[in-house]
T-cell receptor, first 114, second 118 residues
Framework: AQSVTQLGSHVSVSEGALVLLRCNYS??????LFWYVQYPNQGLQLLLK??????LVKGINGFEAEFKKSETSFHLTKPSAHMSDAAEYFC????????????FGGGTRVLVKP | EAGVTQFPSHSVIEKGQTVTLRCDPI?????LYWYRRVMGKEIKFLLH????????ESGMPNNRFLAERTGGTYSTLKVQPAELEDSGVYFC????????????????FGPGTRLTVL
């Protein structure tokens, strides 16, 4: 069965600094990969996804992620953190042969310091 | 366009009681999903409807949980009787196309219902 590991349940960054959220997955077949963000009192919002093609994926709000098959990783980055980036971020995978369900990591809560 | 809505936003009940959660998907979305996040754990899949049919209910924890989607529109998730370990946030999501396995359709999530069982 597939699984997703997010390193660090809490991350603190300074405003203007690099945001790096790590996601590793285990799967016997190539998965589809997703990053979602949850702002307070809101539902999960899709930041970006990788299905096929270019391994560097750009998403909303200046975020991007790179699929590295050899490392089974899909780390999320943003060059310069903004106060509005404070939220919880979830990495998820979908295995083509296992239906449409998403398998999530444990989430990483980002705190942005002024 | 209205997003996925869920009702209630919060529910506090006592052990042994019954609770029904409701989800209204985005209009026109055939696929509807239920997920749950128990405190401190990851979000876990419960089940998937395609229109009114259960496509995958492999994540349903036990027979105290009953999900329905009559008419292929809104869905309800009933917990009867509720136990302490049922506490958590229940998310609903929807996606558009019927899609085969491994659909790349984006799942749009609602804000969740926070269930507390005392």
């Amino acid at each position: 069965a597939q699984s997703v590991t997010q390193l660090g349940s809490h991350v603190s960054v300074s405003e203007g600094a690099l945001v790096l959220l790590r996601c590793n997955y285990s799967s016997s077949v190539p998965p589809y990969l997703f990053w979602y963000v949850q702002y307070p009192n809101q539902g999960l919002q899709l930041l970006l996804k990788y299905t096929t093609g270019a391994t560097l994926v750009k998403g909303i709000n200046g975020f991007e992620a790179e699929f590295k098959k050899s490392e089974t990783s899909f780390h999320l980055t943003k060059p310069s953190a903004h106060m509005s980036d404070a939220a919880e971020y979830f990495c998820a995978v979908r295995i083509k042969a296992a239906g449409n369900k998403l398998t999530f990591g444990g989430g990483t809560r980002v705190l942005v310091k002024p | 366009e209205a997003g996925v809505t869920q009702f209630p936003s919060h529910s506090v009940i006592e052990k042994g009681q019954t609770v029904t959660l409701r989800c209204d998907p985005i209009s026109g979305h055939d696929n509807l999903y239920w997920y749950r996040r128990v405190m401190g754990k990851e979000i876990k899949f419960l089940l998937h409807f395609v229109k009114e049919s259960k496509q995958d209910e492999s994540g349903m924890p036990n027979n105290r949980f009953l999900a329905e989607r009559t008419g292929g529109t809104y869905s309800t998730l009933k917990v009867q009787p509720a136990e302490l370990e049922d506490s958590g946030v229940y998310f609903c999501a929807s996606s558009q196309r019927m899609g085969g396995q491994g659909s790349t359709d984006t799942q749009y999530f609602g804000p969740g219902t926070r269930l507390t069982v005392l």
